[in-house]
């Protein structure tokens, strides 16, 4: 093994490790949850070294990378799903391509959605985003509005509500994000008792690296973990200079 395969795979059996302590703690399954990968600005290199290791999916913020390292292999035999924030006019470069699109938040990205998977003739598993914390500057819809954007995306025929997903606020105090978990399962719990047709409450996407613990506590089905796995990541501008 390279010195990068031994350290992803330390990391990867050391989420492994908290995440299956949680689960135990909260008296769920082992195995209950998936761990998602969440390899924004990681090479294609980076990515595929990692995807022998126990990783469930990978996740990807931006089309671009997704675009590029799905050309690239990148991902092995893993699937990936869309966890960043998606534009409309984007849409076309991530349906059919992404098992599951976790960044759902308006009418009008499920249309584009919709037109997109109608033209391949797939039907596109999402989440719907959450914005928990009301934050203004945060995308996501509103936890009173999530009922209404699932029983309308539940109309359209290429599109499929799986569950939720939730960014909680960057809290100081440690503790403040479990209580948004918490909400969030509540409003999972609400929505899969509704019995909505054609709406699936299955994954509830929720915890990054700060957090996962307590999101799985609370009721996560799935975590997305970037920085426990690959270390800090560093973004490069346009000019290529590492910031
Ligand atoms: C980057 C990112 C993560 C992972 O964050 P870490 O703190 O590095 O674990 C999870 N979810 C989303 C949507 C992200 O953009």
């Not at 991530?94 to 499920?110: E, K, M, P, T, Y």
Request: overall charge negative; charged content about 20%; aromatic content about 4%.
């Amino acid at each position: 093994m390279t010195e990068l395969e031994k350290a992803l795979a330390q990391h990867v059996a050391q989420v492994r490790e908290t995440m299956q302590a949680a689960l135990r703690a909260a008296g769920r399954k082992e195995g209950d949850v998936l761990l998602c990968a969440a390899c924004k600005t990681q090479d294609a290199q980076t990515v595929l070294a990692s995807a022998q290791f126990d990783i469930d999916l990978f996740g990807e913020n931006r089309v671009q990378e997704l675009t590029e390292k799905l050309a690239a292999g990148a991902y092995g035999t893993k699937p990936v799903h869309m966890i960043g924030h998606l534009q409309t006019n984007k849409v076309k470069y991530v349906v059919g391509h992404a098992a599951l699109i976790h960044s759902v938040d308006s009418a009008r990205l499920v249309d584009a959605i919709e037109k997109e998977a109608g033209k391949l003739g797939v039907v596109q598993d999402i989440l719907l985003e959450v914005n928990i914390g009301a934050e203004a500057s945060k995308s996501g819809v509103a936890p009173a509005e999530v009922r209404a954007l699932a029983e309308y995306a539940a109309t359209k025929p290429h599109v499929f509500v799986r569950g939720l997903m939730a960014i909680p606020p960057t809290e100081t105090e440690p503790g403040q994000a479990r209580r948004y978990f918490a909400q969030m399962k509540t409003l999972f719990d609400k929505l899969a008792d509704a019995h909505i047709q054609r709406v699936s409450m299955d994954v509830l996407s929720m915890g990054m690296s700060g957090d996962f613990e307590s999101a799985i506590l609370e009721g996560a089905t799935l975590v997305r973990v970037g920085t426990a796995i690959y270390g800090q990541r560093h973004y490069a501008t346009l000019s290529g200079t590492i910031i």
